[in-house]
């Protein structure tokens, strides 16, 4: 067994995160720049570093979870999650949306959900549930603190209504932080959460091989209710759909196959 492969065993034995699941390539050249810089000699080395560093355990979780996020990411596709999804939504289920924000980053896709949302229903009523690999990554999104290039794409009356300047940053109001409840989970091996209207897993799925990613699309599914509608990033539309028992709705939305 070579050593990148050990590697990976005894990551998956310490915390249960299956390397393998990730295109191998990409993955693996991603580790061995962190073995470089933290200047250990191989896999082996760098294992034995993770398991008595903090720091260094927390720096790869961070490295290995791409945080790369901004408000209404790809905002043609929120137009039609405002304009025809959640109107669909709304009128087929009268009162809350119970909705998943499954690879929820630092925080700007759940909360930008929550903002929408507030055009349909009170702040009251809605509830986001946003999961993440990434414990730095919930901690920051528990923040709310974000630069200004994150916030381009927010529309200006929600940018004023819901933030407050603070130096050259922006803090997000705690009346929108109080309508998203993070909790860390690993979409590779925990038990799927049930009972959506709304799913999002958007710009994670790339990083995937194709037998995780169609592991997981028949989770998810099992994840919608009936009238449910499952939301993908712009690059990651599900080719022949049927596989996993859904069917597109719009471009990047998908539902349940009746």
Partial sequence: MDKYEAFKRDINKLIGLDLSSYKEKQMKRRIASLVSRNKYKDFDDYFIGLKNDKKLFDEFINYLTINVSEFYRNPKQWEALDKIIVPKLKSENRGKLKVWSSASST?????SLVMMLSRFFDLKD????ATDLDLGAI???????YNEKSLKNIPSDL???YFEKVGSSYKISDDIKKCVKFKQMNLLKDPYPKGYHLILCRNVMIYFTEEAKAEMYHKFNKSLTDDGVFFVGSTEQIIMPERYNFEPVQTFFYKKKK
């Fill in 107 to 111: 925080g700007e896709e759940p909360y």
């Fill in 126 to 129: 809605i509830q986001i549930d």
């Fill in 139 to 145: 901690e920051k999104a528990n923040m709310g603190i």
């Fill in 159 to 161: 940018k004023k209504k």
